[in-house]
């Protein structure tokens, strides 16, 4: 049987990932005490005692504007580490799935970002992520790496989940207007990295193998979004002090932050969807799956 390791298990992706790919194979999925990214030189002696024949790795340091006060911590989760279990693949015949993010790219212009763009990313963060997809290329070919952006699910901590919060305690929400991306579901995500490692389960030597933007389709901004889902969440029928109207949006210079955040956060998958014949679905379709399992665990929790 096919021995998958998910890294993160208890993250927004590696959950969901447990559910989309335990029909695949046997899953063996370790949180940070399990194995510490921060701690690169350990993984080739784990990744020796648990033989898989594909690394899944979700895994990552996210806390954005933290990461420009600890850029060296940044680097080995997101960089150093990648790299590690990539070179182990390659020495192994595995197979290495990597995310990565729209951070990598400047946030210029309109046009959504292509997997041929160059990168420029930004902010600590940003960088960790592009010199872990570095790593990554230059040590294996035998690795997928998909670039998401914005995302969300009802497991983890989100922007979601903390606008729900916010709208249920205060008259008003400020959200900044100007940044303009696709929320993605990790459940999106998760099913979307099911279907790929079932092609490469059917023919391990053709892949897929490379580069894939993967992000919901459609466009908004964080305040287009904060509405959207306080509109929604109203109708379900949460708790809240406040409806979408009194969603207001502000500029991006109105709300300062250590880390800069890309303006255009756009991702085209045109290649995804051109390669494999994925379609997916929108961020609306996404948010809407989200708060149905929000609510549902809600009134489960109240019976």
């Known amino acids: 049987m096919t021995r998958i390791l998910i890294t993160g298990k208890n993250g927004q992706v590696g959950h969901e990932l447990q559910r989309a790919l335990a029909p ?12 510490d990214l921060a701690k690169g030189d350990a993984i080739p002696a784990l990744l020796n005692a648990l033989r898989p024949d594909i690394i899944v790795n979700p895994a990552a340091y996210t806390a954005v504007d ?6 060296e911590l940044a680097h080995a989760i997101n960089a150093v580490a990648p790299g590690m279990m990539a ?13 990565s993010t729209d951070y990598v790219f400047n946030g210029s212009g309109t046009a959504p970002w292509s997997e041929d763009d160059a990168a420029d990313p930004q902010s600590v963060y940003g960088l960790s992520k592009w010199h872990g997809e570095q790593a990554v290329r230059e040590a294996t070919e035998r690795h997928l ?25 205060r008259t008003e ?6 940044q303009i991306g696709a929320p993605t579901s990790a ?3 998760a099913d979307t990295t099911a279907q790929l490692i079932r092609r490469y389960l059917a023919d391990s030597e053709r892949g897929p193998f490379g580069t894939y933007h993967l992000a919901a389709a459609g466009e908004t901004s964080w305040h287009g979004y904060a509405q959207y889902l306080i509109g929604q969440a109203g109708k379900l029928g949460f708790p809240l002090t406040l409806t979408a109207d009194a969603v207001y949006g502000i500029p991006t210079e109105a709300y300062p932050l ?13 290649k995804l969807q051109r390669d494999f014949g994925i379609n997916l679905p ?8 989200a708060l149905a399992a929000l609510w549902q665990q809600r009134q489960t929790q109240q019976n």
């Open 24 to 35: 695949l194979g046997e899953l063996v999925a370790l949180d940070r005490e399990g194995m």
């Open 66 to 71: 933290k990461a420009e006060s600890e850029p």
């Open 87 to 99: 070179q182990w693949a390659e020495a192994n015949g595995a197979l290495l799935v990597h995310y």
């Open 145 to 169: 790496i998909l670039r998401t952006s914005w995302v969300f699910g009802a497991h983890g901590a989100n922007f979601l989940k903390t606008m729900l919060r916010l709208a249920g305690e």
């Open 173 to 178: 929400l400020k959200v900044v207007a100007d």
């Open 187 to 189: 459940a999106l995500i």
């Open 258 to 270: 250590p880390a800069k955040r890309p303006a255009n956060s756009r991702l085209d998958c045109g």
């Open 282 to 289: 929108t961020w609306q379709y996404g948010v809407d799956m």
